[in-house]
């Protein structure tokens, strides 16, 4: 499976844990997964996982628990209290009764006292008064007995919610640690503390104070399960953005690269070297070196990429560029591609632009350098701007099927499946062997019956796959896309053999490890075969952000949170974009989050 295809990689991800690849990576859950964008977040079982943070699989048997619960059901995410009104108790403590012997008598009277002063405030504060509301919860506070650790929560936690609706924040964390440390498994003390928190910019405080409370509540609050989102969506994204503008560009694995060329069948860069660019004695020998005949820092770059030595590729590209040189188009849209690949868009962008502009240049340059500025636009998030340059490649190279092909994922992702299918009818059409277009116009098919619930059209769908695999045995990704199908389907079974198809054409391809090793543990639960797997694809290709990512995953599912933080360390390292590793800063925070709420609270979600 080419899992590092531009766009294409996203589109599997409809199905199936994204791997994030693609050209600057960012891969992007498309339509059918579920409702959740696949950097969205992940805090333990229980809750809607990532899709694509490897544990798609868990989410779905999630969803079929809260199914079997009844639809509907008034403890599911419709619990979705405000949390604004003061209250008469807190959430019981243990040891919280009342005590006996010398004293007791005085003890009740003063609780009955502050008591009465807490419904006084009550009282106050539905009918608006704020102030007034905080002076008798101020009294009830003063007269409580301090053993009374339940009674003193719920008034600091009543004075919390007077301040409040007076947004004085800061007074509202406060009183909410005074009912924490009072009763430290208090979900509105804790959750209105995390609303402070917010408000104060503490995110790592929110974050710890919303991750127990959706432990507490069983992932059942839809309001909490959000503010943890948002937090977490913030926190990823300023810490990538310090983190990426200083990274160390890192070129993908050979693997990664090959596969992403193999995309295109009308990109004039990737050809092999022409007769005519190697000498004639040259042409003689085998097995030694090629030298190029003529002084062009782009032939040679062509020629480091014949031998798969990548990293001199683009300072042989700037001297072709330098120079400006015969070939300085082919140099400039080289060299743009592979700043793509080590994950650096900004400096591709001017190159693909000059290129574009270039109306003298090859129109299968243009349109290849429109293709690619396309496909990191919509990594960016930027669905117009990629739309427009898939709509303009089309335009000035109508013939050329690699643009029909890549704006047909283009618009899987953007969920416009009839002019998807419409693209790679005209991408077979220009170039019947193209097996990829057949494989992906089944899989759009089928993703269009699948979230419609038509049982007609995915039986025609999965017939559809049956015929394209019979016609293009060799071709990986008609038995992976296939496989992800079965798998909706649960035809594990079946699913299984077609993975087992894709690692023979392909053995070295590492996401097909990661795939077959999460289908272990949606089929069997065998988890000690799930990770052989992950780990057997991160032997394959340690740069596999992808494998890192859903060992991360699954380690937090197991309750290992310092293995899982590490498995997301090593993937942020590898992350080919700023949106990406956000995504992944995400998941690294809610481990770390739940590693100190278990410190604090003792509060584990539940695990494998």
């Known amino acids: 499976m080419a899992a590092s295809k531009p766009v294409e990689a996203a589109v599997v991800a409809a199905a199936a844990p994204s791997s994030g690849s693609g050209v600057g990576g960012g891969g992007t859950a498309g339509p059918g997964t579920g409702g959740l964008p ?76 502050a008591q009465a002063a807490k419904n006084k405030g009550n009282k106050y504060f539905k009918a608006g008064k704020y102030e007034q509301a905080i002076q008798c919860y101020t009294e009830a506070i003063s007269l409580c007995p301090t053993e009374k650790n339940v009674d003193l929560s719920t008034f600091y936690q009543n004075r919390a919610a007077a301040f409040e609706q007076l947004q004085k924040w800061k007074e509202v964390a406060q009183d909410c640690t005074k009912a924490v440390e009072l009763n430290p498994k208090y979900v509105k003390a804790l959750f209105r503390r995390a609303k402070a928190h917010e408000k104060l910019d503490n995110k790592k405080e929110c974050l710890e104070d919303v991750t127990a409370v959706c432990i507490l509540e069983g992932f059942q609050n839809q309001q909490s399960m959000l503010l943890a989102d948002k937090v977490l969506k913030l926190l990823g994204k300023e810490k990538a953005k310090e983190k990426y503008k200083n990274r160390e560009p890192l070129m993908p694995s ?86 793509l690949l080590i994950g650096n868009a900004n400096a591709a962008k001017p190159d693909l632009d000059k290129v574009i502009s270039l109306k003298e240049a090859n129109v299968k340059l243009r349109a290849n350098a429109l293709i690619k500025r396309g496909s990191m636009y919509m990594q960016q998030q930027q669905p117009l701007l990629s739309t427009q340059d898939f709509n303009m490649a089309a335009d000035i190279d109508p013939q050329n099927a690699d643009v029909y092909h890549h704006r047909g994922q283009l618009k899987i992702l953007l969920d416009q499946v009839e002019e998807a299918v419409a693209d790679f009818d005209e991408c077979i059409r220009l170039r019947p062997e193209s097996a990829l277009a057949q494989a992906q116009k089944c899989f759009a098919l089928y993703r269009q019956a699948y979230t419609g619930n038509n049982s007609s059209q995915i039986q025609a769908a999965m017939k559809g796959f049956e015929e394209v695999i019979k016609k293009f045995p060799r071709c990986a990704e008609g038995y992976a896309l296939y496989a992800q199908a079965l798998t909706d389907q649960q035809q594990f079974g079946k699913a299984d053999e077609m993975y087992d198809k894709c690692i023979d054409l392909e053995p070295d391809n590492a996401t097909t490890y990661v795939h ?65 590793m956000a995504h992944l800063y995400s998941l690294c925070d809610a481990a770390h989050a739940q590693t100190e709420v278990a410190k604090k609270y003792g509060l584990k979600p539940p695990t494998l």
Request: with cysteine; net charge negative.
């Open 38 to 113: 696949r950097w969205q977040l992940a805090l333990a079982v229980g809750a809607p996982l990532l899709l694509g943070a490897g544990a798609i699989y868990l989410w779905s048997r999630q969803q079929r628990r809260r199914e079997s619960r009844g639809r509907g059901d008034a403890s599911g995410l419709k619990r979705n209290s405000e949390r604004k009104t003061p209250e008469g108790r807190a959430s019981p403590a243990p040891g919280s009764g009342h005590p006996e012997g010398p004293g007791a008598h005085l003890d009740v009277n003063s609780l009955d006292r």
């Open 254 to 339: 050979p693997q990664f690269i090959k596969s992403y060329f193999s995309s295109f069948t009308d990109d004039i860069i990737s050809q092999p070297m022409l007769k005519g660019e190697k000498s004639d004695e040259d042409k003689d020998k085998e097995g030694e070196a090629l030298e190029v005949k003529e002084n062009s820092g782009y032939l040679k770059a062509k020629q480091y990429m014949e031998e798969e030595n990548y990293d001199k590729i683009i300072s042989e590209c700037s001297k072709e560029i330098d120079a400006e040189g015969k070939y300085m188009a082919e140099a400039l849209l080289l060299r743009a591609t592979f700043y």
């Open 516 to 580: 077959k090793g999460l289908l272990q543990l949606q089929w069997k639960q065998d988890l000690d075969r799930g990770l052989e797997l992950i780990s057997k694809a991160i032997e394959i290709d340690n740069k596999c952000d992808f494998a890192y990512e859903t060992m991360g995953t699954i380690e937090v599912q197991r309750g290992n949170m310092e293995k899982a933080i590490d498995m997301f360390n090593k993937a942020i390292n590898l992350a080919k974009s700023e949106m990406e």
